[in-house]
């Protein structure tokens, strides 16, 4: 072996070899957009409003942000994204609207005609106001004094 031999194998081992591209990483990340995709799907066939919604998914972790009409839509999220295959916590950040009704406490004459007459004008939407309260209510005609119902701001 010569000089220019020593010389010439010399400066190849000098040469830095190119990184090799993290094939895992990438891996990871896809997988990661794939589950995401799932989650906004299991999230949008609730079919609920939700403002500003915004989700996010990292180490098996879904966090979720935005604004519900009520606590049970932000419970029916809650537990459809707990249901979804890998997401192991998620993390609630989701905000309530303020309610849109007021509570009523039925007094001794009243019917729900005339709650609905004095509130909307129209003695017809008792039939509005029955479906809305019929965790309360169990017959349009039967209300007893002391019983608290919602009254919508709008109907």
Do not use: C, W
């Not at 990661?32 to 609730?46: H, P």
């Not at 606590?71 to 609630?92: E, H």
């Not at 004095?118 to 106001?129: P, T, V």
Request: hydrophobic share 35%; glycine share 4%; net charge negative.
């Amino acid at each position: 072996m010569g000089l220019f031999d020593f010389l010439k194998k010399n400066k190849k081992a000098n040469v830095p070899t190119p990184p090799k591209p993290d094939v895992s990483a990438k891996a990871d990340e896809m997988i990661r957009q794939q589950k995401l995709m799932v989650i906004e799907n299991t999230v949008a066939t609730l079919g609920l409003d939700i403002e500003n919604l915004n989700i996010d998914f990292y180490n098996n972790t879904v966090t979720i942000t935005g604004l519900t009409k009520s606590d049970d839509d932000r419970d029916a999220i809650i537990n459809a994204l707990n249901a979804v295959d890998g997401v192991y916590s998620v993390d609630n950040r989701l905000e309530v609207a303020a309610p849109t009704f007021e509570v009523y406490t039925i007094k001794k004459g009243d019917s729900l005609s005339k709650i609905a007459k004095h509130y909307y004008g129209d003695a017809m939407k008792y039939k509005e106001l029955f479906e809305l309260n019929k965790d309360v209510l169990k017959d349009p005609n039967t209300i007893f004094p002391g019983q608290e119902i919602k009254i919508p701001k709008e109907l």
